[in-house]
């Protein structure tokens, strides 16, 4: 560590204004903040430091989604020896496969975006900020395993550009950059993004695992729930398969050995990342809570009016919870606090519709067999108008007291 | 204000120091709708131009005798007659192109451009002047709709003017069409860039 420091206070002079480096100026400030906290103080007025800056926020985020990282990972390789055929499934192996399998997109996804804020930030004479640490590692995360790198790439520097930098950078977005990232892939090419053969790797990975049959299809549960056409709940269990073929339990629902985008499947390890938020403080507790509230109510409603033009209003309040990317979004997506509503009655009513909408598009619209992120960027939308309202409410009220 | 301006002005500064829809940002819906081709973005652009244009003149020819408080109606029943007449002309030679542009050709009616110019310049100048600022401000628009249309039809289809420019082994190699440069909200992506880019480079255009 000594030495590391002693390095970059050497390289110093070089990245100072008029020095050799100095092009490359914010990196070197990015990755000095990034290792050591700064020695620098305010030079004027009182300020209240907390220790929870927004480097150590990001770092902990990234911790709570290590659980669905290392389960993508595992699934990935699990849902590819199904695709073979296999009976026999080894742990390590298996990890090993998925790995390799995100792994370019983790890099694309960070080299693009980095790349894009380390320009902005040297050109604006700005620090690098940590924003794009999480976002980075959530891209690959909410996209199918088989997206094609390049697309990665374009999705990521149109997000990454006109949603946050046009903006001002981290903390002015008004949506979630991981997110309209996923959406532009998703409008923009549809036939990568969605269907039955894009959930699931099918090729070997540097020598690891075998090749899929030629015309393997894979679809999510979800896809398959739409397309069912099922007239009762029964019929519906029936249609929702693994890509083996059998039935998938409800066990294996929450346990996430489903095909999925990469990291969203697993319900544990959502919850896991979840309960790391919350403890950290980071999360809302309300928005979460909220959301699952919403979402609950909704997928009953629409399981006690269900009808066949409809399938997916005859799932379960249990199943809608944890199929999809719902879980996932509720629990990061919605709780970015940069986009969320900042009162904490806004917060309910963020959470809540948050819930209400993911289900009602998933269930009301065939052609959206998950309707989680549409709703979550409807919402980003939406939030300031509703704590604009929660606070003219609050001042409306207090006027009415003062008066009294 | 025609003699205070020359002629050349009138003309060349709605291409870019005054151009209706990046500096003016009037005529923003239509400019989303024709532009997903190029085709359909050229043909809007050359009806938009001839109506402006033969609106500005009659307009100017009959601005001493129309009264103030009936101005509006006037100008409305002279573009919609304008309008009708181009719509007809496409329906008879390019019928291909009308059905595309759809309702879009009778809608010049609503553009503001035209309203904005007649309000702006056709009442109180010489048929003339009136003639080139509507050549001129129609031709601004024209530019725009042609490159926003260029990126759009370019990236979202693979070809410029129905002609395939994105060779096919591009879409073996892995390469797609993005599907949302086809979408309006591209449109505004577009036409926001070329205001980014034009404002960067005029920048005493640059709100404070």
């Given amino acids: 560590m000594k030495a590391l420091k002693k390095l970059l206070d050497k390289a110093r002079p070089a990245f100072e204004e008029g020095g050799k480096l100095h092009a490359f100026r914010s990196v070197y400030e990015g990755m000095d903040t990034f290792l050591f906290t700064p020695s620098e103080t305010s030079a004027s007025g009182v300020h209240i430091h907390d220790s929870m800056d927004s480097k150590r926020t990001m770092i902990i985020v990234i911790c709570a989604l290590l659980p669905c990282l290392l389960f993508g990972m595992y699934n990935t390789g699990y849902q590819h020896w199904l695709a073979c055929g296999a009976t026999e499934f080894p742990f390590w192996t298996l990890l090993l496969y998925g790995f390799l399998a995100v792994l370019p997109r983790i890099v694309v996804s960070y080299v693009v975006g980095l790349g894009i804020e380390f320009t902005v930030a040297q050109w604006r004479k700005e620090e690098i900020q940590e924003g794009f640490l999480v976002t980075g590692i959530l891209i690959p995360m909410i996209c199918p395993i088989e997206t094609p790198l390049w697309m990665i790439a374009v999705a990521t520097a149109i997000s990454v550009i006109f949603v946050k930098e046009v903006f001002g950078g981290t903390g002015y977005n008004i949506f979630n950059v991981a997110l309209v990232t996923r959406a532009v892939l998703f409008f923009s090419y549809p036939a990568k993004m969605s269907g039955d053969g894009v959930f699931v790797s099918l090729s070997p990975m540097l020598g690891i695992g075998g090749q899929a049959p030629d015309g393997f299809t894979g679809a999510t549960p979800l896809g398959e729930v739409a397309a069912s056409g099922a007239t009762s709940h029964a019929e519906l269990a029936q249609a929702i398969t693994g890509i083996n073929g059998e039935p998938i339990s409800g066990w294996d629902m929450f346990l996430g050995l489903i095909p999925g985008s990469f990291g969203e499947t697993s319900m544990i390890c959502i919850l896991l990342g979840g309960l790391l938020l919350l403890m950290a403080g980071i999360a809302s507790w309300r928005i979460i809570l909220s959301a699952f509230a919403g979402a609950s109510l909704m997928a009953w409603i629409a399981h006690l009016t269900a009808t066949p033009t409809y399938p997916a209003s005859f799932l379960t309040v249990g199943e809608q919870l944890c199929l999809g990317g719902f879980a996932f979004a509720a629990v990061f997506m919605a709780t970015d606090p940069v986009t969320a509503c900042r009162t904490n009655v806004g917060k309910y009513i963020y959470g809540f519709l948050i819930g209400v909408v993911a289900i009602l598009i998933r269930t009301y619209n065939n052609g959206y067999p998950e309707g989680a992120m549409l709703a979550v960027l409807l919402m980003n939308a939406l939030a300031p108008l509703i704590d604009w309202c929660v606070v003219e409410a609050n001042v409306r009220r207090r006027l009415k007291r003062a008066k009294a | ?208």
């Fill in chain 2, 1 to 208: 204000m025609a003699d205070k301006t020359s002629y050349k002005d009138i003309f060349f500064n709605p291409f870019s120091k005054d151009n209706p829809v990046i500096v003016q940002v009037l005529g923003i819906c239509s400019a989303l709708a024709v532009t997903a081709k190029m085709e359909p973005a050229l043909v809007m652009g050359i009806s938009v131009i001839a109506v402006l244009a033969f609106s500005n003149v009659i307009i100017s020819l009959l601005r001493n005798t129309i009264p103030t408080n009936i101005r509006i109606i006037v100008q409305l029943v002279v573009v919609a007659a304008l309008v009708i007449i181009v719509n007809q002309l496409l329906i008879a030679y390019a019928y291909d192109v009308s059905k595309q542009l759809s309702v879009f050709v009778s809608l010049i009616i609503t553009n503001c451009i035209l309203m904005g110019r007649l309000e702006a310049f056709a009442m109180g100048n010489k048929p003339w002047p009136a003639f080139l600022d509507g050549v001129g401000n129609g031709i601004g628009y024209a530019m725009v709709l042609l490159i926003v249309a260029f990126f759009r039809e370019l990236l979202g289809s693979g070809t410029l003017f129905g002609f395939q420019v994105v060779p096919q082994c591009f879409y073996d190699a892995g390469y797609a069409n993005n599907g949302l440069m086809i979408l309006p909200p591209m449109a505004l992506l577009v036409v926001a860039c070329i205001i980014w880019v034009h404002r960067s480079i005029n920048k005493d255009l640059q709100e404070k």
